[in-house]
């Protein structure tokens, strides 16, 4: 369900909020075990003036994601605790275990089955994706939030309402979550980040924006690294105000139920009057290759020697993680387009890559 509010900032920008249900990604077939992954990010950068005497430009962010909370520890008594090994907590036949990532994918295919953390009225419960799914916690097919779909259509509507111009599904290039793996997941937290499936949004000019989406790295510095369960947060960036973060549940029955209800008496109040909502037609040139017209750093993981990425490129960071195979490395690049880092990855054997964030 999307809002829309023309008030905030006093009509130096616009405020849109989406609430969303939650999602557990399916077991089978999936890579990415850690993960209880949600929705979508969108980046909107305004470059046009409000209608104020100020002059004040802004920067929009917004987020509608769940973070990776599915993860428990043990210690060496079985105790289970935080912020040391991970560990995952399966269930075979009414038996409970824990296993470490290597263990896991065994562990997996004698039959245990990976349980995630859901919030059940206040209380939080740990149960597999097929009974989540049973009980109504999960969607029977979450194919459209794996791979990118749902955020992509949240991309289309919310870049069509800030802009003015329809953008079309066919127009934002979208990669879903199925290539990251655990062994990316630790390269990432290990650097002091997570991996989000992220729905981006760039103004260009007024004629010009850019539109993606894909995995992408946010460092634990963010306020959004903090946010967890079932709820979503909107980060918006000022050039005077700096960040401010909207942050509340995106799911559940009664916050469900209160947008819905929120939507049908703001109806009820305009029915004898109009309410302007919409937006222009799009074209073709609208939205660009972002490829091209986007910087960022990225994340690569591959199979050669750091003096091999180090002939390539010029300013690397290189991860580390346990149980890192003696050929294969991984790194952060500094910023760059996505065609230039093609081009420099050229005769590597790359095993995977991911935008990295500066938020």
């Not at 038996?95 to 562990?107: L, Q």
């Not at 008496?265 to 490829?291: M, P, Q, T």
Request: a positive charge; hydrophobic letters at 35%.
């Amino acid at each position: 369900m999307c809002r829309y509010n023309r008030s905030l900032y006093r009509e130096s920008a616009k405020y849109l909020s989406i609430e969303t249900p939650p999602v557990s990604l399916k077991q089978e077939g999936f890579p990415l075990f850690d993960m209880k992954l949600g929705y979508c990010y969108l980046e909107i950068i305004m470059k046009k003036p409000p209608i104020s005497k100020g002059g004040f430009y802004a920067s929009l962010f917004f987020f509608c994601f769940f973070l990776p909370c599915s993860v428990r520890p043990l210690n060496e008594n079985g105790t289970w605790q935080y912020k040391t090994e991970k560990e995952y907590l399966c269930i075979k036949n009414g038996e409970e275990k824990g296993f470490t990532a290597t263990e896991f994918k065994a562990a997996q295919k004698d039959g245990w089955e990976k349980q995630y953390r859901y919030k059940v009225g206040k209380k939080k419960v740990y149960m597999t994706a097929s009974v989540a799914q049973e009980k109504g916690y999960a969607e029977k097919d979450p194919t459209a939030d794996v791979e990118g779909y749902d955020a992509c259509r949240k991309v289309c509507i919310l870049a069509s309402l800030a802009f003015g111009k329809h953008v079309y599904p066919n127009q934002v290039e979208t990669e879903g979550i199925t290539n990251i793996t655990l062994e990316d997941v630790s390269y990432i937290e290990n650097a002091g980040g997570v991996i989000k499936l992220l729905g981006q949004i760039k103004y260009i000019n007024d004629n010009e924006i850019a539109a993606f989406v894909s995995p992408a790295v946010v460092y634990n510095g963010s306020q959004l690294a903090s946010v967890k369960d079932v709820f979503n947060a909107i980060l918006v960036r000022g050039d005077a105000v700096g960040d401010v973060c909207f942050y509340g549940p995106g799911a559940g029955k009664l916050p469900t139920a209160s947008a819905v209800v929120a939507d049908i008496i703001d109806c009820a109040k305009h029915s004898e009057r109009k309410k302007i909502f919409g937006w222009g037609a799009g074209n073709e040139d609208y939205v660009v290759d972002y490829k091209e017209r986007i910087e960022m750093p990225f994340y690569v993981r591959a199979k050669a020697t750091p003096a091999e990425i180090n002939a390539k490129f010029s300013d690397v960071k290189f991860l580390s993680r346990k149980g890192q195979p003696s050929d294969e490395v991984a790194f952060i690049t500094d910023i760059m387009t996505e065609n230039k880092l093609n081009k420099k990855l050229d005769g590597i054997n790359v095993i995977n890559t991911i935008k990295v964030t500066n938020y």
